[in-house]
């Protein structure tokens, strides 16, 4: 996945995609991840305004994914 993360909801389908191909639940992701399943729910439909980054970093940690951030050219 070479996607530009820029909105809650661009984050959420990254994250949703990524869970389903490793076949996980939602539950199984939030109990993985040290979350909640409505905190996944939340977050794969763009709700993740509030969402702290050290839970969505775990989230990525437990896909075995790696957020990349990138400068744009000018």
């Not at 939030?30 to 977050?43: H, K």
Request: glycine share 8%; net charge positive.
């Amino acid at each position: 996945m070479d996607r530009p993360l820029r909105t809650p909801t661009l984050l959420g389908i990254a994250i949703r995609t990524l869970r389903l191909e490793r076949g996980l639940t939602q539950q199984e992701l939030a109990e993985r991840s040290g979350t909640s399943r409505r905190w996944i729910i939340d977050l794969e439909a763009g709700k993740g305004d509030n969402a702290r980054l050290g839970m969505v970093l775990a989230v990525f940690d437990t896909l075995d994914t790696t957020l990349r951030a990138t400068t744009r050219s000018q």
